[in-house]
């Protein structure tokens, strides 16, 4: 049974730093692209940051780029997201996922295939 676990999450505040990782039994994400997505209270989930199978290529909104970073350790089985200078708005459900499609443009739902719980950050001002 597959089982994606997002950690990491908690109260941070505006301005500071907090680090997302995403593990995986009963999957290889090495053999996955991945992604972060988050989703705000009363909004739709977005995808943020996507990386390829490898960690050779990614993509980042505008709304987190020169922020968040996404990158990978394959050996390890795991994805993170480094988040600095972190506003308010920050604050949602993050979720990991992992799928078999990858575009460097963009990070549409559709291209996930399995999803974790999600991990709650929250920033306070």
């Known amino acids: 049974q597959v089982q994606v676990v997002e950690t990491g999450g908690g109260l941070g505040q505006a301005g500071g730093s907090l680090r997302l990782s995403c593990t995986a039994s009963g999957l290889t994400l090495h053999n996955y692209h991945m992604g972060w997505f988050r989703q705000a209270p009363g909004k739709e989930r977005e995808g943020d940051s996507c990386i390829n199978w490898s960690g050779g290529n990614t993509y980042t909104s505008d709304s987190v780029k020169g922020r968040f970073t996404i990158y990978r350790d394959n050996a390890k089985n795991t994805l993170y997201l480094q988040m600095h200078s972190l506003k308010p708005d920050d604050t949602a459900l993050y979720y990991c996922?992992?799928?078999?499609?990858?575009?460097?443009?963009?990070?549409?739902?559709?291209?996930?295939?399995?999803w974790g719980q999600g991990t709650q950050v929250t920033v306070s001002s």
């Open positions: 996922a992992a799928g078999t499609y990858y575009s460097s443009g963009y990070c549409p739902e559709g291209y996930f295939d399995y």
